[in-house]
């Protein structure tokens, strides 16, 4: 897999194919951090944490983008599958792929945003904003399962990213007010992981129930984009 | 020369479609099979699943020894906006392939490609040079098998020229043996050693093309006013007729000149009369018949 890696990052570098994304995530990064430029407090950390959850996971395309859907759409995985005539192993590198490089975009967006921050006022937040991405890691890592999901499931990449920033922007406000008016009833609103981003509490405890539906449904996805690939021809 | 690979009753159907039915035949080491067949014969069925892209649905494909495989299914396939050196290296890194320079450099030149612009992106190559770029790609580990389907495809007379001559190099110099499947049976035929002819699904003719030259005899061929009446006349001399269309086509046991005295005798106007070799072409489709 080392060989992969070695391969992926030199294709990353000639394409430049997260310069845009990453411009972007830097660029936001200093907008927020500029934004909350007057906030001295202790709860600042929080802030600059919440203030990404809608935004961080559009960012989860270029991934996904790069390690599943521009090599299905090109059918350039033909070209490692028949090399390595195994599949478990091209997928698993692949996935993994996918949501390292998502967390480190959560990383790189976080940190970067508390360390413009720093600049800005002074304040450290470090501590608090690593408590927050260990608390939301899990329900950012399903939001990323689903994206590479999508990404593995479509056949053209134009396709995948409609479908999911539809489901990243618009999904669970609509499930919410659908499931409220039609059974009156907001029992699924733990289970709606994009709204829940917003939701984390680090004074509480870790595995909530949240949390073990969202790597309940991390597996599921991984599970089922196995069993799309494993038979999928690419043509 | 001993087996590469023994393929025994493979099948493979999508849904109810029969793509492949039991379908045996063996490779030899260093061998170049040519795969020949209509549209929807299973040809790139079988090319999938012995490059590893799809499962069969039963039988076996065994090895005798554990090759290395490089394939070019239907059209190459290459990152576009990297150059040529950016594609190869980059499969260099993945296969794992020490002195990647040298390497790349080595098959650039076995595929012609050594004078291409270095900067040039993959997406501003001609069709020739693309399909040449997945040649470099699927041999640059020297595979001991090579699967081409339909390399010549969209290639100008010189390009096909080219790929032969490519063929050829990596069979007599690096020992790779090559299974081709291809539409253009005249160019097919300077090329393999071997047929394998396949018809829905199914092998119909496993033929070496010595054997070959011995299935397409000469004949020949005439026309005439009334060709019932010479049928008629040249059955009486106990010639075999085989009518195809308006004409009529013999055995070469009698000349030309023979033929055309008694005809005349027969007071039968011959309109047409000529010497003709069946070709490749003409054998493949009396098989398909």
Known sequence: MLNYIKADCYRIRKERLSLVSLGLLIAFAILFAFLYREDHSNQVGQSLVMVWTTLLPLFFVTPAKIFLGEDLTNRTINNILVKSQNRLKVFTYKWLMTLVVTWLYILLALLLTAFAHQMFTGVASYQTVLAYILYQLPIYTVIASLCAFIFAFFDKIYQSYMVYIIIALLFDQLANLMIGMIFKTDALAPYLMFNQLSQVDIDRAYFTSTVLVAILFTVLYTVMAYMLFEKREFK | ?289
Not at chain 2, 3 to 13: P, Y
Not at chain 2, 90 to 101: D, F, M, N, P, R
């Open chain 2, 1 to 289: 020369m001993p087996n590469l690979l023994t393929i025994e009753h493979i099948s493979k159907s999508y849904g109810k479609q029969k793509a492949l039915d039991s379908v045996s035949f063996s490779i030899k080491k260093g061998e170049i099979l040519g795969l020949v067949g209509q549209n929807g014969a299973g040809k790139t069925t079988l090319i999938r699943i012995l490059s590893g892209l799809i499962s069969k649905d039963s039988g076996s494909v065994k090895q005798a020894q554990n090759y290395k495989i490089g394939s070019i299914i239907e059209a190459p396939v290459l990152y576009p906006n990297m150059s040529a050196v950016d594609n190869l290296t980059y499969a260099a890194l993945q296969i794992g392939i020490k002195e990647k320079e040298a390497r790349i450099a080595e098959v650039l030149s076995l595929v012609g490609l050594s004078h291409v612009d270095k900067k040039k992106k993959v997406k501003d190559f001609s069709l020739g040079m693309r399909q040449r770029m997945a040649i470099a790609l699927a041999i640059l580990d020297f595979p001991d098998f090579l699967v081409l389907d339909e390399p010549v495809n969209g290639l100008d007379p010189s390009g096909i020229k080219e790929m032969r001559e490519i063929i050829h190099n990596l069979r007599d110099n690096y020992g790779i043996t090559v299974l081709i499947s291809s539409h253009i049976l005249s160019e097919l035929e300077l090329v393999v050693d071997r047929f394998i002819i396949m018809h829905k699904g199914r092998i119909i003719k496993d033929i070496e093309k010595s054997a070959l030259s011995s299935q397409v005899e000469e004949k020949i061929v005439l026309s005439t006013l009334d060709n019932k009446l010479a049928q008629k006349a040249l059955s009486d001399l106990g010639l075999e007729i085989i009518v195809q269309g308006n004409k009529l086509c013999l055995s070469p046991e009698k000349s030309v000149q023979e033929l055309i005295l008694y005809l005349l005798e027969q007071n039968i106007d011959i309109t047409d009369i000529y010497h003709a070799g069946s070709s490749f072409e003409d054998y493949y489709l009396s098989l398909l018949d």
